[in-house]
């Protein structure tokens, strides 16, 4: 009898991070250890059709996932199972004893999956529902967070439906949060997609329109010339807390095109910070984390701002880049964590947490006597 877990590596997803999660995938099927894992693989289309194939990641990476089966999770007797659709049957392909979501941004890193998961009784990598959903919205998790005590700068939500429909009057509450310059960006989405540094009035309205293109919650949050500062965590109950390091931008802040087509962007890894400075965002880190009820991996960002010195609360991911190059990997592997064994590490903790899930009782009886 075979010792290897099934792990279903899902990727793709309806999702403005689409071609990162292929990225992050790629990585992540290269360094699975086939001596422990049968690793089946199943890509979501940017329109949300499951695929599986054999070979499915590479499909998806030339451009044919069109002409993949679909592919289906379900439950049968509480023991989820892959299935794929053949001549429009149903035949099973295996029992699934994990689940690997390299699915970042909206429908993979905001709760909606990992929703789908917990109703089939998934095992799964990375945060929970709750977790994942407070993450994945910028204001929400700032909110949740200033709770905790960690400084946020000021900000505001406005919906696509006011930036539509009432503009000019939009316009007029942002600059009275703050003098220029101002970030605008979808409120649920990440990897820097729809993001603007706006300069002065004459850029605002396109930064609206380009944010509200990409969610119907776009945020907007005083600007600060700051040092951008990120810690990896990871662990469920027992925390592993990285040093923090620093991304140098090549452009005005960390954009897409730094993070995904400029090569290896210029990091500092640990950053150079006092000691004191280092551990209190450290310690805010571990904060945030348990704050939002986090579970697996998040990487938490932070704001230092280059004249005074004061640290703000950015944001936290509950799947943040995940190849071997990104800043999640990277901030690990300098605390001694090589990428594979993050890799085991994190479906160690999936099954960790689904075993402490199944603990909780789900059935009251009244006792008559």
């Given at each position: 009898?075979?010792?290897?877990?099934?792990?279903?590596?899902?990727?793709?997803?309806?999702?403005?991070?689409?071609?990162?999660?292929?990225?992050?995938?790629?990585?992540?099927?290269?360094?699975?250890?086939?001596?422990k894992y049968?690793?089946?693989?199943?890509?979501?289309?940017r329109?949300?059709?499951?695929?599986?194939?054999?070979?499915?990641?590479?499909?998806?990476?030339?451009?044919?996932?069109?002409?993949?089966?679909?592919?289906?999770?379900?439950?049968?007797?509480?023991?989820?199972?892959?299935?794929?659709?053949?001549?429009?049957?149903?035949?099973?392909?295996?029992q699934?004893?994990?689940?690997?979501?390299?699915?970042?941004?909206?429908?993979?890193?905001?709760?909606?999956?990992?929703g789908?998961?917990e109703?089939?009784?998934?095992?799964?990598?990375?945060?929970?529902?709750?977790?994942?959903?407070?993450?994945?919205?910028?204001?929400l998790?700032?909110?949740?967070v200033?709770?905790?005590?960690?400084?946020?700068?000021?900000?505001?939500?406005?919906?696509?439906?006011q930036?539509?429909?009432?503009?000019?009057?939009v316009m007029?509450e942002?600059?009275?949060?703050?003098?220029?310059?101002?970030?605008?960006?979808?409120?649920?989405?990440?990897?820097?997609?729809?993001?603007?540094?706006?300069?002065?009035?004459?850029?605002?309205?396109?930064?609206?329109?380009?944010?509200?293109?990409?969610?119907?919650r776009?945020?907007?949050?005083?600007?600060?010339?700051?040092?951008?500062?990120?810690?990896?965590?990871l662990g469920?109950?027992?925390?592993?807390?990285?040093?923090?390091?620093?991304?140098?931008?090549?452009?005005?802040?960390?954009?897409?095109?730094?993070?995904?087509?400029?090569?290896?962007?210029?990091?500092?890894?640990?950053?150079?910070?006092?000691?004191?400075v280092?551990?209190?965002?450290?310690?805010?880190?571990?904060?945030?984390?348990?704050?939002?009820?986090?579970?697996?991996?998040?990487?938490?960002?932070?704001?230092?701002?280059?004249?005074?010195?004061k640290a703000?609360f950015?944001?936290?991911?509950?799947?943040?880049?995940?190849?071997?190059?990104?800043?999640?990997?990277?901030?690990?592997?300098?605390?001694?964590?090589?990428?594979?064994?993050?890799?085991?590490?994190?479906?160690?903790?999936?099954?960790?947490?689904?075993?402490?899930?199944?603990?909780?009782?789900?059935?009251?009886?009244?006792?008559?006597?």
């Amino acid at each position: 009898m075979s010792t290897k877990l099934n792990l279903v590596l899902i990727f793709g997803g309806k999702s403005g991070e689409h071609a990162v999660s292929l990225l992050s995938a790629s990585s992540v099927l290269n360094a699975l250890d086939h001596e422990k894992y049968n690793i089946f693989q199943v890509g979501i289309t940017r329109e949300g059709r499951w695929t599986f194939a054999k070979n499915t990641l590479e499909a998806f990476e030339h451009g044919q996932a069109e002409s993949l089966n679909e592919a289906f999770i379900l439950a049968r007797n509480e023991v989820p199972y892959l299935y794929e659709l053949i001549d429009e049957k149903l035949h099973q392909v295996t029992q699934v004893d994990i689940v690997f979501p390299i699915l970042h941004g909206t429908f993979g890193e905001d709760g909606t999956i990992q929703g789908l998961f917990e109703i089939q009784n998934c095992a799964y990598v990375g945060a929970g529902v709750l977790a994942s959903s407070v993450a994945m919205d910028k204001a929400l998790a700032k909110d949740v967070v200033s709770k905790a005590g960690i400084p946020v700068l000021p900000y505001r939500i406005f919906s696509r439906r006011q930036i539509e429909n009432d503009v000019l009057n939009v316009m007029e509450e942002v600059e009275a949060i703050s003098a220029y310059p101002v970030f605008v960006k979808p409120a649920n989405l990440g990897s820097s997609v729809g993001i603007s540094k706006v300069k002065d009035h004459s850029q605002l309205l396109d930064a609206l329109k380009l944010a509200a293109r990409y969610d119907r919650r776009v945020l907007v949050e005083r600007g600060v010339d700051a040092r951008e500062i990120e810690i990896s965590v990871l662990g469920n109950e027992e925390i592993i807390v990285s040093q923090p390091g620093e991304i140098v931008p090549g452009d005005e802040f960390y954009t897409y095109k730094d993070k995904y087509h400029s090569g290896d962007p210029e990091t500092a890894i640990p950053a150079p910070l006092p000691e004191q400075v280092s551990e209190q965002l450290r310690t805010w880190a571990v904060q945030t984390f348990r704050a939002i009820d986090g579970a697996g991996l998040a990487r938490v960002d932070f704001l230092l701002d280059k004249n005074t010195g004061k640290a703000w609360f950015n944001e936290i991911n509950t799947m943040p880049g995940f190849t071997q190059i990104s800043m999640y990997s990277k901030l690990l592997l300098h605390s001694g964590i090589e990428y594979k064994q993050l890799i085991d590490r994190l479906i160690e903790l999936g099954l960790e947490r689904k075993a402490e899930q199944v603990r909780t009782i789900r059935k009251f009886e009244v006792d008559n006597e």
